[in-house]
């Protein structure tokens, strides 16, 4: 939860160093678009938190997860890595609870659509590496799967999905194989000065256990520009309608800040 405040309380600083300078050139909905698609042709770096009160059959215990998300854009291709930092409740330890480095993971895309395109298709591997900084907090397991984005550009709007799966292929014998596969759809409507109404929710499907989450989101989001770098903020509560498993998240509160920075010309 600490890190969904640290998020937040950042809001108000980027409107104020918006406000100390210049008045800033006019945000365009194609920025708007790009500081929403995961497609977009521009270095960023990115902060996440989930935030989940509740789980189901776990009465009184919560679940925290921030994520790092660095991006690298060459021509072709599109490098993503998420470097994970989890807090676990005690009856998914055994013990108290635990906090600490998860697994990190990464794709690439490679870009098969040109950047003028209204549709922006990306396909490749994903790859997870066991970091975990206790045995709690990962799967110990090397892991390799494929990631594919598709993504429709309108005016106003942006609209598409992020499918990932990935297994295990090596790692501590004594841990169970894992077979992960997660979906999102994603839609971002622009309502006006750099606002958007808009919905991120991943749809988590563990192929081994059986277990798995649908959630639904739609939340608010604001890009701003300053000095030709697009910041983009956003609140997200998201609700479960379709679950098997315990401890799976009844309901969970997503922020998000991203920063992408201009590309050199």
């Known amino acids: 939860m600490k890190y969904l405040l640290l998020i937040l309380c950042l809001t108000p600083l980027l409107s104020l160093a918006q406000e100390s300078k210049p008045p800033p050139a006019a945000l365009t909905g194609a920025q708007v678009n790009a500081a929403n698609n995961p497609l977009a042709r521009n270095n960023s770096i990115g902060f996440q938190n989930y935030y989940a009160p509740s789980l189901y059959g776990a009465p009184g215990c919560s679940f925290n997860s921030f994520m790092i998300r660095p991006v690298v854009?060459?021509?072709?291709?599109?490098?993503?890595?998420?470097?994970?930092?989890?807090?676990?409740?005690?009856?998914?330890?055994?013990?108290?609870?635990?906090?600490?480095?998860?697994?990190?993971?990464?794709?690439?895309?490679?870009?098969?659509?040109?950047?003028?395109?209204?549709?922006?298709?990306?396909?490749?591997?994903?790859?997870?590496?066991?970091?975990?900084?206790?045995?709690?907090?990962?799967?110990?397991?090397?892991?390799?799967?494929?990631?594919?984005?598709?993504?429709?550009?309108?005016?106003?709007?942006?609209?598409?999905?992020l499918l990932t799966w990935q297994m295990s292929y090596a790692g501590t014998t004594t841990r169970s194989e894992t077979s992960q596969l997660d979906f999102q759809p994603f839609y971002v409507f622009q309502i006006g000065k750099g606002f958007t109404l808009k919905g991120t929710a991943i749809w988590n499907f563990d192929l081994v256990n059986g277990t798995y989450t649908i959630p639904f989101g739609l939340g608010i989001g604001k890009v701003i520009l300053i000095n030709h770098t697009v910041i983009s903020i956003g609140l997200e509560p998201q609700y479960t309608v379709f679950h098997?498993?315990?401890?799976?998240?009844?309901?969970?509160?997503?922020?998000?800040?991203?920063?992408?920075?201009?590309?050199?010309?």
């Open 73 to 161: 854009v060459t021509p072709h291709m599109i490098f993503r890595a998420t470097i994970p930092v989890n807090t676990l409740p005690p009856t998914a330890t055994g013990n108290d609870a635990v906090s600490g480095l998860s697994d990190i993971n990464m794709f690439v895309a490679f870009l098969l659509t040109k950047p003028t395109s209204s549709i922006d298709f990306g396909i490749g591997p994903q790859l997870s590496f066991p970091t975990a900084s206790r045995p709690e907090l990962g799967t110990e397991k090397w892991q390799a799967g494929l990631a594919a984005v598709i993504v429709k550009l309108g005016e106003t709007y942006l609209l598409g999905s």
């Open 244 to 265: 098997y498993g315990v401890g799976e998240p009844e309901f969970q509160l997503f922020a998000g800040l991203s920063i992408q920075f201009p590309q050199r010309k």
